[in-house]
């Protein structure tokens, strides 16, 4: 099986990328890690990467100056290393039109919360002052305007009269590290894709990646 070849964009510790790079080391996966970029040099997950063999890219945004220069830098890492797809994972940075153009359809981000519920930053904390029952993670397809692209899959945890952002925060993790791997993968084998601004599923990966998801 030839498998897809990703590189995965972070800009902190990487836990998300750690989940992925485990689940590369499978002999069924549908994909395998090309490189691993960081906006940040100092970023703890390059060298989880480096540790894992895989190849790391440290990118100064702070240093480039420019959103444009950043994404210019980014693109050309993912092309020479071969990059098919392209996972956020932890990455902080908003990106330009046409460098999510040139990648419609093949980049994917995880985001922490039910979408379109509570986009941008510090989501949990959203949730609970919105009062709602339910929380979780979603994984969708990148668009230019931010957290709104077309919805793969989500995982849902129950949210506790005793919950504050942190113990929240730690309960939804886990339910990323399951969902992620997993829609990469099946965007790797092809049975996902986006289509005229639409998720698109093959068969009943709707079905079995929400029941993946819910926890």
């Known amino acids: 099986m030839s498998r897809k070849r990703v590189g995965i964009l972070i800009s902190g510790r990487g836990s998300n990328m750690a989940s992925l790079v485990d689940a590369a ?17 100092d970023a703890p997950g ?57 990648w419609e359809g093949s980049m994917i ?18 949730a609970l002052q919105a009062g709602v029952r339910v929380h979780g993670c979603s994984v969708h397809f990148i668009s230019a305007e931010l957290d709104a692209g077309a919805i793969i899959a ?6 506790g009269l005793d ?6 925060a730690a309960r939804v993790l886990p339910v990323e590290h399951l969902i992620y791997p997993a829609v990469l993968g099946a ?20 079905a079995s990646l929400s029941i993946l998801a819910t926890g």
């Open 25 to 41: 080391r499978r002999d069924d996966c549908a994909y395998e890690i090309a490189c691993v970029i960081s906006n940040r040099p």
């Open 46 to 102: 390059l060298q989880i990467a480096r540790n894992a063999g895989i190849e790391a890219v440290a990118l100064d945004h702070k240093a480039l100056g420019t959103r444009d220069a950043l994404d210019a830098a980014i693109h050309e890492a993912l092309l020479a290393n071969g990059a098919e797809l392209v996972v956020c994972a932890g990455f902080m940075r908003i990106m330009t039109g046409d460098f999510i153009a040139k």
């Open 109 to 126: 981000n995880i985001h922490p919360s039910l979408l379109p519920l509570f986009k941008g930053l510090d989501t949990h904390e959203q």
């Open 154 to 159: 989500q995982g849902v945890v129950k949210i």
């Open 163 to 168: 919950d504050d952002a942190d113990t929240l």
């Open 187 to 206: 965007l790797a084998e092809g049975r996902i894709r986006l289509e005229n601004g639409q998720t698109v599923f093959a068969d009943d990966d709707a």
